[in-house]
């Protein structure tokens, strides 16, 4: 529960928030975004909050299901959870699967360095891997590395084929990679 009244704090405060929730230290899949926060939209009260929470340890629960744990109606549950989804508060909800039941046994991280990334290098790294169908997500970071792509492959094979393949399409831009496993 400190997790959330941290968040309360933090949301009422209006700071930037745009990531997925954390509970007990495992990734859950409601992201909440500040569009969905400020005066003019209202704000938030304990229940919502319990909704939130109750949603970020089973996305797939029923509005009965809510309701019966927040004391309040199914409709209520319901309007609520509607409000937050219209206004942007909830930006979706993710499906988590076991890669390893379908063939994928390596995920890691790549680090990645460009020599000189400019606006249009930026864009152009980010729609291709938004089209490569092993990357799971990326982030643009700031330090010695411009990018963590983090993505699966079936084996140590497929992993450096992928790997071949970024250093193929971007030669000249690339300046370093740096492979990191994930070990789950």
């Known amino acids: 529960m400190l997790i959330w009244k ?4 933090i949301l009422e405060k209006n700071l930037y ?19 969905g926060l400020g005066k003019k939209k209202g704000t938030l009260d304990e229940i919502d909050y319990k909704i939130l929470e109750l ?26 959870i509607l409000r937050m989804i219209n206004s942007k508060l909830i930006l979706g909800f993710e499906l988590k699967l076991d890669l390893k039941q379908l063939g994928f046994t390596q995920r890691c991280i790549l680090y990645i360095a460009f020599a000189n990334l400019t606006l249009a290098l930026e864009r152009e790294f980010e729609q291709y891997i938004a089209k490569n169908s092993f990357v799971q997500s990326w982030y643009k970071i700031v330090g010695n590395w411009d990018y963590s792509v983090v993505l699966f492959a079936k084996d140590n094979t ?27």
């Open 158 to 184: 497929h992993l450096d084929s992928i790997v071949r393949e970024f250093r193929e399409k971007f030669s000249n831009e690339i300046k370093g990679i740096e492979v990191v496993p994930i070990v789950d």
């Open 55 to 80: 949603l970020s340890e089973n996305p797939r629960a029923t509005y009965a299901e809510i309701a019966s744990k927040v004391q309040l109606s199914r409709d209520g549950v319901k309007y609520r």
């Open 6 to 9: 941290n968040l309360y704090k």
């Open 17 to 35: 928030i745009s990531y997925l929730l954390y509970a007990r230290y495992k990734l859950k899949f409601i992201e909440i975004s500040k569009e």
